[in-house]
C-alpha cells in the first residue's frame, strides 16, 4: 500500500480558497493515478478530482469544475488540490487516494471509481463559512 497523509484543511469564508496536500510514502508514487474524494455530514464519500500518474490528464466532479484544480509533484511525492471560490457546500471531511486497485490501465489514469482505490489518507476537515 502507499501511505497518505492529508493536510492543509482549515476554516475559511464562502469565496475564498484553501490548498490541500496529500504526502505518499511507501510504493512509488508515481505509478498510480491519485483522486480527491470527500464526504460531509450525514452524506457518502464522493468523487471530487483525479490525476494520472504523469499529471498530464485530468478528471473533476462537475461541483468542482473551474473552481478546484488538482496537481501533483512526483519529486516531493505530493499531490495537490487547489480550491478556490470555496462554498458552504463543499465543506466536508477530503480525503486522498492511490489508485493501486483495478485493472492495469486503471492504476495510471484518473478515475471516480472509489473501488480502484486502494490507499486512503485520515482525512482533513474543510469548512466554508457563509
Known amino acids: 500500500q502507499v501511505q497518505l497523509v492529508e493536510s492543509g484543511g482549515g476554516l475559511v469564508q464562502a469565496g475564498g480558497s484553501l490548498r490541500l496536500s496529500c504526502a505518499a510514502s511507501g510504493r512509488t508514487f508515481s505509478n498510480y493515478a491519485m483522486g480527491w474524494f470527500r464526504q460531509a455530514p450525514g452524506k457518502e464519500r464522493e468523487f471530487v478530482a483525479a490525476?494520472?500518474?504523469?499529471?498530464?490528464?485530468?478528471l473533476y466532479a462537475d461541483s468542482v469544475k473551474g473552481r478546484f484544480t488538482i496537481s501533483r509533484d512526483n519529486a516531493r511525492n505530493t499531490v495537490y488540490l487547489q480550491m478556490n471560490s470555496l462554498k458552504p457546500e463543499d465543506t466536508a471531511v477530503y480525503y486522498c487516494?492511490?489508485?493501486?486497485?483495478?485493472?492495469?490501465?486503471?492504476?495510471?489514469?484518473?478515475?471516480?471509481?472509489?473501488?480502484?482505490?486502494?490507499?486512503w489518507g485520515q482525512g482533513t476537515q474543510v469548512t466554508v463559512s457563509s
Open positions: 487516494a492511490a489508485r493501486d486497485l483495478g485493472g492495469y490501465s486503471d492504476r495510471y489514469m484518473p478515475g471516480s471509481e472509489q473501488h480502484t482505490y486502494g490507499s
Open positions: 490525476i494520472s500518474w504523469s499529471g498530464g490528464s485530468t
